[in-house]
Structures are given as C-alpha cells and as structure tokens.
C-alpha cells in the first residue's frame, strides 16, 4: 500500500509538470492579451505608453519558457506569484475560497453517495419494477443536463417562485457576518445541485452492482438459507456490489471540480470557481498555474484514493501488481 | 430505509454546519444582522471593482466612499472643497495648482491626514511600478510638493485648464500603503481613507459592505450600513428586488418600466454623458471619404434609436457632447434628412450600383461595422445604424468579436463604440479627436486627423479663461458637422430605481463607466432615512 502510493506520488510529479507547462502555452497561445484584462475599462483611455509599462510589470512581454519556469522555481520555494486578475497574492486567493468551494462539493459528493446508493440499491431490488424504471429512466436524463441549467432551474423553482430559499450568495444579501445558519440555508440549493448532477452515476452504478451480486450465488444460498431479506440485500449484495462504486469515486472528481465551477457561478458561490474563470479570460497566469495544480492534484489523489479503497475492500485485487 | 437517509442527511448538514462554524471564526464584523433596519441601505450594481485601491485606479473620478480626494463634486457636477479646504489657487500661467488642506481630518484608523499623504498618493500613481492603468490621465503633473503639513503644490508640465477635476481622486494613507506591495498588498482588499464610509467586508463576487463612519469630518453618515450587492445578470437584480433583498437598484430601460407604478419604490434616470458612436477610420477608402460621413451623419435616424432601443430614456447624440450640456454648441444638431443625405452622396458622384449599392470610381459604399459581442445594446445601435445607411445605398456589414479581434481592424474598419467623462469636455474630446494619439492604445479609434481641431483643442486645455475655452469647443463641434470623423447616436439615461422611504434622492451627470460612483447612492452619506 505505502509502495503504491509512494510510486503514485512520484509518478505525479511529471504529470504537474507537464500540465503546468500546458497551461502555460495554452494561455500564451489564447487571444485574450493579460493587459487588457488587467486594464479593465481604463484600458480604453489609456496610452500606448502606459499599457507597455503594465506588460513590463506584469512580466507578461517574457518568453512562455522563461515565463513558467519563473513560476515553477518560485513556486517550489513556496512563492505562488500575485493575481494579477484579483490584485492579491495567490495564496491568498486560494486560501479565502477553497473552504467554501470543498465544503460545496464535500457536501455534494456525501449526499450523492448516499442518495444515490439508497436509489440504486431500491432500484436493484425488483429489476424492471416500476420504481426501477423511473430511477433509471431519470438517471439517464440528469445525465444528460449539464449541471448550470439544473442550477438554473433550480433557482427559478425554489428562489423565485416558491421563495423557499436564497438565490445566491454564501449569507443575507444585507448580512456582513458569516454564520453556520445563514451559510447552511445558503448551501442547501448549490448541494443539492451539484449532488443531483452526480447522481446518476452513482445510481446507475450501484444498480448494476447489486443487481447482478443478487443473481451470483453467495446471495442465492444465503436466501435458500431463510436469511432475511435485509441482511441479504445489505450484508451480501451491497458489499459486492459496492465494489465498482468505489472506482467511481474517484473517477468522478474531475467531474465534481467542472461542475462545481458551474454552479458556484450559478449561484454566486464565493468559490474558487470564480477565480478560475476569471483567471482563465484574463490569462492570469500565477493565479491559473495554481488552480491548474490543485486540480490535478485533487484528481491524481482521487485515482489514487479509490485504488486503495479497491485494495481494502476486496484483498484480491492487491495494490498495482 | 427512510430513517436511514434521514440520519444520513442529518449526518452530512452537521458536517457542514461544523466546517461552517469552524470557518465563520475568520469573518469580521459584530455577527448583529443589519437587514430591514431603517438605518441600512443594500443596493443591487452590476460591476465590481478590480481594487479598492486608490493606487491603482479606484474612485479616480470621485466619489469613493471610503476616501476623500482634494476636491469632490456637487449634484451638479460642480467642483467643491474636500480634503482640501477651498478650491486650488492657480498660478504660472496655469502651470502651478496650490491646495490648502482641511484641519483636523483623520484617517479611519484614527490617525491624521497631511500633505505627506497627497504627495505620496500622486507619486506613488505616477511611479512606474504602479499598475495603474488610468495613470495617462495624470500625465499633465511634472511633480507634487509639501509646503508644510496643510499645504500641497502641484507643477504641470504644461498648462492644463481641467488639471482640478483630476484631483477628485482618492488619497491614501501613507502609513498603511506605503508599507506594502502597491500592486498586491493588503490595501487593494482592505483599504483604509478619510470618507464617510469604513469598507467592513469586501467578499468578491458578492457584495461590498459598508459601516458609517462616525468620526467622519464631514458629520456622521445617518445611513449606517451600507451595502452593494455585485448582481451582474439584470433579471436577478430585478428579481431581488421585488424579493425585499436589495432598497434599490441599477436596471435596464425595459425592467425598469414595471416601477414607475409602484407605490413603494422611485424611479430615477440619471443623465449621462456616455455616448454610442459609430468610429469612421480615415484609413478606410468608404469612411475616409468627408461625403459618405456626412452622407451618414444626416441619414441615420437618431430619434429613432432613442425611442426603439432606450425606451426613450437617453437622447439623441450629435458629439461627444450631450445637448443639454452648457458646453453644447446650439445649432449644431443634425436633423434627419434622408433624402439630404442622398442628395450629397449624389453630388459627390456615389452613384447606385448593383444590389443597390453605391458606387464611385470602382470602389462600392460598403465597410465593416464592429461590436463588442454579447453587448446587446450595442448591437441594437449597430445594427439599426446598418439599416439607416442601406437606405442611403452605403451597405455596412455588423459583425460581432471581442477587443482582442476588433483592436488589430480598428485603423480599417468602423466600430460601434462607448465612451463619456463628464467632468471636462478635455476629457473625452483630446483623447478622441487629436490627430497625434491616432492609434495609440484606444485613443483616437477614428484616426481622425483635423488641423483645425488639433489647435482648437490645445487652445481649449490650456486655456484658464471659460469663454476661451467654449470658443474652441464651439468650433470642434463646428467642425464635426462639416467633417464628421465619427457619427454620434445617443446619450444613454442610467436607470435607478429606490425604496421611498428614502426620501427624494438626486443623481449626479453620470459617464460612460457606471461603477461604484453612480446612481442615487453618490451621496448616501447625506440621505435621511424615514423612520
């Protein structure tokens, strides 16, 4: 186990390299120019000579090589750069908004499991039920929303004309204090949002697994043994059939980051979502570099985390070979 | 099963309410909810600034709310005393611009305001470290000096008639800022001035709160919170505040017409210097040609424009300058004229080709016509603008691109551009009419190039005397009329609309960027809420 994950963390290495390094000339190749967007509105006034100077202090006139490997030695000696979107350090940037972003998507990714497990289990129960039909059915179509118009939706059912819940924001539009109450009222409809997105996977998923754990014939002889239909279902079934879900789990974190971008910018999520986005128009590229980083890392750890899950759960598979 | 999902989402709300709990430690302010009460004030905008900074841009034209600049402007735009305790005396042949400061102003933090502050805000602007991309708008100051603790002198390089409207920029702490990166430093987040306002909490993205404050010199601020709401998406904002969330809001002509008969709530519509204009490069055989841009400039049916796509609420554009404006030149209105217009393009030998456009010497009236896309309101002009002229027989071509695609085409191709300073008719019109700033950065898109109105407006910036100066304004908006480098179409009204219990409220004349300055909260600090 420790040798897998050793071998992951050095494996990883290169992998942040050279997506660092893509980042960087995707960035330099786009047609967004980094002093425009750092010039806002007073880029229209302003003189040739006044726009020269800011790519100078920006040092965006450097070559791309020279450019990342900037950022890559600062960056090992724990300098991050400052956003030059954001006019903060990129530290900074991060460490105000990661919070918020993972407790969204730590919530999300929670009740998706177990929605969608509880779902998936009561669907593999009678296969080709009517309450079968109508999970599965409805898994393939959340499937195919993307997850800002569900957002969209949402907020027109439950903000606007049920006025049930808040449309955005992390607390009270008038409110400047950040309490557990207000942030909880305030997460119900992005959690739930992003959790239905995800949801079918998990559904589906666990459908199949238990569906076909009920036909294998551990699960057929403990019914022939009188065991209750529960400890059948739960003891046997799920236990097996749980065992692709766990490979899902991390399959699905690049999933979960793209479609928390989506709906903290739906519902204005104080998130790093927004940083993103404007890092990635404005070519700011510390800010983008970063993000771009936590990112893959946040996926190479999800790979890694399901592998050992697989490994814990079911000795047989071992851990790499 | 259904008491097991229960538990488990009880489970999942306790995990989140832990992480908010444990979160909500970092959060500033008293935890005491604001919200409805008579002393508050949340308003929904639709921009948010790039930085709190005055170092770097923000408040430039006035109106801050968390600093003062030396001098401020009335309703009326006119200029009035702030940190400075009278208007600036000029001497050296406009050359030198002395300022007595107010006694007794202190910064928020408590500690006091001096010259040393002014001189390093301006010194610090002009430094070429600083990212500040509005700093050509200084560019008339040679240096700025301390006579003392109350008394500021500042050198042109040559004599500039609008130089005091510059000093309502905001002026910063020396001993905070000038203790950090300019570019990247806590004070672009957190800043600290002498105004009305203490900034509480800036969470991006989502709002700005403000609280009063008390030791404010010019008396406390009776609306003690104070609260922006960055709403950027229009029908949201209209949504909230029909919801009770936000006491007013920035709207756009159509949802603001559902409020002119709601009881609770007042419409205001703030005139505006922001302007839709049409650039004619002189670099294009077609808008180069004096006939065509005369042609165009009585054939497009500006009323029109104002009526279908402003709901009315702007007026009809015939220069950088707006009728109304005292700086306006009567006269040099330009009335529909279809059929004048093709009687000029007939004289000058346009002749009707095929598909009915017009033809001279092999060359066809056709160019391209640019917005910005995803701006509907521009598009709106653009396109009506293109009907107007197909009428005519000169065929423009809308496309839409982002600055990044329109920059490199704009010496060749026409654009449909915004633009509009209020302040000092120097503002807009140097930077758009002079023929040396042809092309360098946005200045000038037109490459207009007018030996007369070159003179016209050097005499006007460095002229001190009023009537001078309207003389040459007088004749650049004469001169537009005979060769019109661009085509104005409208001024755009901003549109407010405001809980009543706020009593009457005023706007100021507002330009083109509506940011934090604008609408009826430009003097929040003195609205006297009814209890």
Redo the contacts between chains.
């Keep these: 186990m420790a040798r897998m994950t050793g071998r992951r963390a050095l494996f990883a290495v290169p992998v942040l390299l050279a997506v660092t390094f893509g980042v960087f000339a995707i960035a330099a190749a786009s ?3 980094p002093v ?1 967007a ?14 020269d ?2 790519r100078a ?2 040092g965006v006139d450097q070559p791309l090589a020279q450019r990342w490997w900037d950022w890559l030695t600062s960056a090992v000696h724990g300098d991050l750069g ?8 990129v530290s900074d940037v991060i460490g105000e908004r990661i ?2 972003s ?2 969204l998507a ?2 999300a990714f ?2 998706a499991i ?2 969608g497990t ?1 779902l998936g289990v ?1 669907a593999a129960r009678r296969p080709g039920g009517w309450l079968d039909r109508v999970v599965t059915s409805l898994a393939y179509t959340l499937e195919a929303a993307p997850p800002f118009w569900i957002g969209l939706l949402a ?1 027109w059912l439950f ?2 004309k049920l ?1 049930v819940l808040p ?4 607390t ?9 109450g207000q ?2 009222s305030h ?1 119900v409809l992005p ?1 739930c949002v992003l959790a239905i997105s995800q949801l079918p996977w998990f559904v589906l998923y666990v459908r199949q697994g238990v569906g076909d754990a009920l036909g294998d014939d551990p699960v057929r002889g403990a019914r022939a043994r009188g065991l209750a239909e529960r400890t059948v279902l739960l003891g046997h079934a799920l236990r097996s059939g749980m065992l692709p879900v766990l490979t899902l789990i991390g399959s699905r974190v690049p999933e979960l980051i793209t479609g928390a971008l989506l709906v903290e910018t739906v519902f ?1 999520w ?1 998130g790093i979502a ?1 940083a993103t986005v404007s890092a990635a128009t404005a070519v700011d590229f510390p800010l983008l570099a970063a993000l771009t980083v936590l990112a893959t890392a946040a996926v190479l750890l999800g790979n890694l985390l399901a592998d050992l899950l697989y490994g814990l759960a079911d000795p047989r598979v071992g851990f790499d070979g | ?1 259904r008491a ?2 229960i538990r ?2 009880g489970a ?2 306790a ?3 832990l ?3 444990a ?2 430690c970092s ?10 009460a008579k002393d ?1 004030a ?1 308003v929904g905008i639709a921009y948010e600034p ?2 709190l ?1 005055p170092l ?2 923000y408040g ?1 034209d006035g109106n801050s709310k968390i600093f003062d600049g030396l001098l401020t402007h009335d309703a009326e735009m006119k200029l009035k005393p702030a940190l400075a305790a009278e208007l600036p005396k000029v001497g050296d042949d406009g050359k030198t611009y002395t300022f007595k400061l107010r006694k007794g102003v202190k910064f928020s933090d408590g500690k006091p305001f001096t010259s040393k502050d002014v001189v390093f805000t301006y010194e610090t602007i002009l430094d ?10 200084l ?1 008339a100051v040679k240096n700025v000096e301390t006579k003392g603790d109350d008394t500021v002198v500042f050198h042109l390089k040559y004599p500039y008639a609008p130089f005091a409207e510059r000093t309502v920029l905001p002026i910063a702490p020396e001993h905070i800022a000038g203790k950090q ?1 300019v ?2 430093g806590e004070f ?2 957190k800043p600290v001035g002498t105004g009305p306002y203490k900034l ?2 800036w ?5 700005l ?1 403000f ?1 009063a404050n008390p030791g404010y010199w010019g008396g406390a601020p009776k609306v003690k ?1 104070f ?1 922006m ?3 950027k998406d229009d029908d ?1 904002r209209a ?2 505040l029909d ?1 009770g ?2 006491d007013g809001a920035i709207l756009p002509p159509n949802l603001a017409k559902k409020y002119a008969s709601d009881g609770n709530k007042k419409s205001y519509a703030a005139k505006t210097f922001d302007y839709r204009v049409v650039t004619l490069p002189t670099g294009n055989e077609v808008t180069g040609d004096t006939d065509i841009r005369r042609a165009l400039d009585t054939g497009v049916n500006r009323k029109a424009m104002v009526d279908s796509i402003l709901d009315g609420a702007g007026k009809e554009a015939y220069g950088p300058v707006p009728t109304d404006s005292p700086w306006f030149t009567k006269g040099t209105e330009r009335k529909f004229d279809a059929a004048k217009a093709k009687k000029i393009l007939d004289d000058a030998g346009w002749k009707p080709g095929k598909d009915g456009v017009r033809e001279k010497d092999g060359v066809q009236a056709k160019f391209p016509l640019w917005y910005l896309s995803g701006d509907k309101l521009r598009q709106d002009h653009a396109l009506a603008y293109a009907s107007d002229a197909k009428k005519l027989g000169v065929k423009v071509e809308v496309q839409a691109g ?4 329109i920059e490199p085409r704009m010496p060749k191709d026409a654009v449909l551009a915004g ?1 509009g300073s209020p302040a000092d008719p120097d503002f807009d019109q140097y ?1 758009l009419l002079k023929s040396s ?1 042809a092309g ?4 000038n898109m037109a490459h207009y190039d007018n030996p007369k109105v070159d003179k016209a407006l050097d005499e006007a910036r460095e002229s001190g005397d009023h009537a001078e100066r309207q003389a040459a304004y007088d004749t650049i908006q004469r001169e537009l009329v005979k060769n019109p480098g661009y085509t104005f179409l409208t001024h755009i009204d901003h549109l407010y609309v405001v809980d009543k219990r706020f009593g009457d409220l005023t706007t100021q004349t507002e330009p083109h ?1 509506h940011g934090l300055a604008s609408g009826p909260w430009w003097n929040v600090e003195d609205w006297q809420p009814k209890q």
């Design positions: 047609p967004f120019d425009k750092y010039a806002g509105t007073a880029g229209l006034t302003a003189s040739q000579e006044n726009l100077q800011l202090n920006l400052d956003s030059s979107t954001l006019r903060q350090p919070g918020w993972v407790l730590a919530t929670l009740l177990l929605v509880l009561l907020v903000a606007l006025g449309s955005g924001g992390l009270d539009t008038a409110s400047s204090a950040v309490t557990a942030v909880a997460l959690a204005s104080p927004a | 099963m097991r999902s488990g989402t999942v709300a995990a989140a309410s992480a908010v709990a979160s909500a959060a500033p302010g008293d935890g005491k909810n604001a919200g409805g508050s949340v790039d930085t900074s770097l841009g430039k070429k470290k600083t990212n500040n991309a509005a700093k050509t708008e560019d990166d570019n990247t672009t987040t509480v909490k969470s991006k993205g989502e709002k709160t609280k919170n609260t709401a960055i709403i949201i949504t909230r919801a969330e936000l982002t600055w990044e695609v633009g930077t700033l360098d950065g946005f200045n960027d």
